[in-house]
């Protein structure tokens, strides 16, 4: 979860209401982050690369110093009304990592019971992004420290984490672009992405990369790759 500075410390993304936060488009993702730069930073480079030509628009809800996976539920709950008022182009996401979190097992429960999607990262969201660009083993896909020393061998990610700068933005976005297929290539073929268990010990039991959900359904209307997407409250 980074660490940089937004220039509002309590600020939440703000939502537009009526027409306009259509965006032209008819799909609309109600993305809710733990963290306060990487992900909301990942999120609008997929609206860039695809938003408008696919007309779909991704919101990232987030907050500066990040969130609990517990308050990401809760933040992606507060859309429900959406949802509530039979718009099916509708979809609520939350999207956190696995870290020291205690509260993951009743965060999956009420993101289950409120028809909120869940994308959940073992042990960090920056495992998606070193997918775009290379496979990995699941011993070393495990570890955040070795996630980061092979993402730092790639253009655009050299300083990544360094000064806790994990932006996505700029030549980094720029890096990502056109990989997208291949990062969900190679999550379908080594990763985990469903987990029923309540039981905090069972999300220990392996790397996941459950943000490759997300792409998925983009690319799906996308018409870039096929869809295998979960129900609300997989991962």
């Known amino acids: ?5 937004r220039s509002d410390p309590q600020a939440e993304r703000p939502i537009q209401r009526g027409p306009a936060h259509r965006w032209r488009g008819n799909r609309v993702f109600y993305v809710a982050v733990e963290g306060e730069s990487t992900e909301p930073d990942y999120l609008t480079h997929l609206n860039r690369e695809f938003g408008s030509d696919h007309q779909f628009l991704i919101h990232p809800l987030y907050k500066r110093n990040g969130m609990t996976p517990g308050r990401v539920v809760a933040r992606a709950l507060e859309q429900r009304d959406e949802v509530l008022a039979g718009d099916d182009r509708v979809q609520l ?111 220990d039991s392996g790397p996941s990369v459950g943000a490759s959900q997300i792409a998925r359904w983009v690319m799906k209307w996308s018409g870039a790759a096929p869809c295998q997407c979960h129900s609300p409250g997989g991962v």
């Open 93 to 203: 996401w939350a999207l956190f990592d696995r870290d020291r979190h205690r509260d993951i097992p009743q965060a999956m429960r009420e993101a289950r019971d409120g028809g909120v999607h869940v994308a959940f990262s073992h042990p960090s969201f920056d495992l998606w992004l070193l997918l775009h660009f290379t496979d990995t083993s699941g011993q070393q896909g495990g570890s955040n420290r070795i996630v980061h020393e092979k993402l730092r061998q790639f253009a655009g990610f050299e300083t990544f984490d360094s000064h806790n700068d994990k932006s996505v933005a700029g030549r980094r976005a720029q890096a990502l672009t056109g990989r997208h297929t291949d990062a969900v290539r190679r999550a379908s073929y080594r990763w985990l992405y469903s987990s029923s268990v309540t039981g905090s010990d069972q999300f």
């Open 1 to 5: 979860m980074s660490r940089r500075r």
